[in-house]
């Protein structure tokens, strides 16, 4: 797990340096360039019972889950919801996956559809087309009953 933790903060790191080069449009200098050198050094991993804290400058990145349990799998990432805890509603990605995304700021919020349990944007666009469908046909239904 100490090697995914690495990674995690090399994706933090990542994203810090995308930020302070407006997304490399300009060179890295001074203030943020002695910022990007101590990104590391400026974060404290702590592990707790349940949960391994990540703090960056004294202020908590976020939580990543220890062991499987009842409502998250081990490695899960979630957002802090105070200094000691975990926002519990859901994950917001897992260490052990590849294709987490994550910002230097903390974990990614959620996406309104992932929190409804719309994993998969095909089905938000086939619910859209009904939704939009009979608005129209109640749209529609009134304007022809008005002229008749």
């Known amino acids: 797990m100490k090697t995914e933790i690495k990674t995690l903060v090399g994706k933090m790191k990542k994203d810090y340096v995308k930020f302070a080069t407006a997304n490399g449009g300009k060179e890295?200098?001074?203030?943020?360039?002695?910022?990007?050198?101590?990104?590391?050094?400026n974060i404290t991993v702590t592990s707790g019972r349940k949960y391994i804290k990540i703090v960056r400058e004294n202020c908590v990145w976020g939580f990543v889950v220890k062991e499987d349990g009842p409502k998250f799998k081990k490695g899960d990432i979630l957002k802090a919801a105070g200094f000691n805890s975990p926002a519990?509603?859901?994950?917001?990605?897992?260490?052990?996956?590849?294709?987490?995304?994550?910002?230097w700021t903390g974990p990614l919020y959620l996406k309104w559809w992932k929190a409804w349990g719309l994993n998969n944007m095909t089905t938000f666009e086939n619910i859209m087309i009904i939704f939009l469908t009979i608005l129209n046909l109640i749209i529609w239904g009134t304007a022809l009953w008005q002229h008749t």
């Open 28 to 41: 890295l200098t001074g203030y943020l360039a002695d910022q990007v050198d101590r990104f590391e050094k």
């Open 88 to 103: 519990t509603n859901r994950a917001r990605g897992n260490i052990f996956d590849d294709d987490y995304t994550v910002r």
